[in-house]
């Protein structure tokens, strides 16, 4: 039986850290505070930069023309409607989608209240988003004055989908023009619009009229099976004038992310909030361990003066800062799961727990407590035993 609880020796460095429980407690509520910090901080960043491209992962399109003077989802300008017509005298170029973009104000049909909505205007006979994400009640948008209404928007837009699913017959003002909800889609919010519809090309021009006709905003390119997209990009970048630009679907994603991480502060202030979490548990662990090490400074001295190697103590100071860690990244994860639910419960932005933030936010803590561990040792490395007694 001795023997058995000698191959289970407590480490030093946990008896060290649990000897005053009240001072743990609050170290790792601190080291918590700082997680939560980060992980909040960081799945607000990701969530934009996520939200921003929901409508453009749904498009069924290997290739996009835009207008190079586009800067955003937001801020789609006009090219040529005939630019896109162009594109297929291309070999590999098996099919073209108009789509026209734009913000356009909806009321509310519940508080009378106008709020900004992104509209999309197609070709009801040609699909333009991949398969499945289209309803059946889609073809009614030949008749005029009908709109797709996208579930997923906020509440602020009204009870449109719940009407909607009750039987109701939905009908609301668009830039003072009536029309109908003929059926619902499912889109998803972004920091640049809070709603959406979808609409015929018909309708949407009626919607707003000083558009001109012969202009669109976004080209939608379906190659034939087997073709490159980045060789047809080259040559149609080659062979269409400067007026538009030739992406890949991936080229327009990153287009549109590009714009809220380097276009805008947003992105800054996520990762600097982010960064100040990191300093603020690097500053609470270097009190906890540098507080543990002048406490008992005098064992320290002890056992330097009994043989034991430097290496070995600072060893000690070491492990207390990985315990630290594993013990503080818990209740933070699992405050981060919850709060995470909870801003998609109330801004439908689509901001959730996945494997890379959470490992990046772990090693961030890691970090976090060892670099403090380091800094503490400084008093350890300074102590002479012959001082201290």
């Known amino acids: 039986m001795k023997r ?9 460095s946990w008896m060290l850290l649990t000897r005053q429980p009240v001072r743990l407690l609050v170290a790792l509520a601190g080291i918590s505070f700082a997680g939560i910090l980060m992980f909040m901080q960081l799945g607000f960043r990701d969530g934009l930069f996520d939200a921003s491209v929901t409508v453009h992962r749904m498009f069924d399109t290997d290739l996009v023309l835009i207008s190079p ?8 300008a006009d090219f040529p409607r005939r630019r896109l017509v162009q594109t297929l005298a291309d070999p590999d170029v098996a099919g073209t989608s108009p789509v026209h973009w734009g913000l356009m104000l ?10 900004p909505i992104l509209a999309l205007g197609f070709n009801p006979d ?47 003002e668009i830039a003072g023009n009536r029309v109908r909800v003929a059926g619902l889609v499912s889109l998803g919010t972004s920091f640049g619009a809070d709603g959406n519809l979808v609409t015929s090309t018909e309708t949407f021009l009626d919607l707003q009229p000083g558009k001109p006709p012969g202009a669109i905003q976004v080209g939608l390119i379906r190659l034939r099976p087997g073709a490159d997209a980045e060789q047809v990009r080259g040559r149609l970048e080659q062979r269409l004038p400067s007026d538009v630009s030739v992406l890949t679907k991936q080229g327009f994603i990153d287009f549109e992310q590009n714009y809220w991480r380097t276009g805008t502060s947003i992105g800054f202030i996520f990762t600097l909030g982010a960064a100040m979490g990191f300093v603020v548990g690097c500053v609470i662990v ?14 320290y001295a002890t056992l330097m003066a009994m043989g034991y190697r430097l290496s070995h103590l600072l060893g000690v100071v070491i492990r207390e800062g990985f315990y630290l ?24 932005l689509p901001v959730g727990m996945n494997a890379t933030r959470a490992m990046t936010v772990f090693v961030m803590i890691l970090v976090m407590c060892m670099l403090s561990s380091v800094l503490a040792m400084r008093r350890l490395v300074d102590a002479d035993p012959a001082e201290i007694f």
Not at 69 to 76: D, H, I, K, L, Q
Not at 334 to 340: I, N, R, V
């Open 126 to 172: 040609d699909p333009f988003l991949e398969a499945g994400a289209l309803p059946p009640e889609a073809m009614a948008l030949k008749q005029k004055g009908r709109i797709l209404f996208d579930q997923l928007s906020r509440e602020e837009f009204g009870p449109i989908a719940d009407w909607f699913r009750d039987g109701r017959d939905v009908e609301t």
């Open 286 to 299: 270097y009190q906890v361990l540098y507080t543990d090490v002048s406490e008992h400074l005098p064992e």
């Open 4 to 12: 058995f609880w000698q191959r289970r020796r407590i480490p030093l």
């Open 106 to 115: 909806w009321r509310n049909p519940e508080t009378r209240q106008n709020r």
């Open 325 to 348: 860690a594993v013990m503080g990244y818990v209740p933070a994860y699992a405050a981060g799961q919850g709060l995470y639910w909870f801003v998609r419960d109330a801004t439908r």
């Open 69 to 76: 003077r586009s800067t955003s989802s937001v801020r789609m």
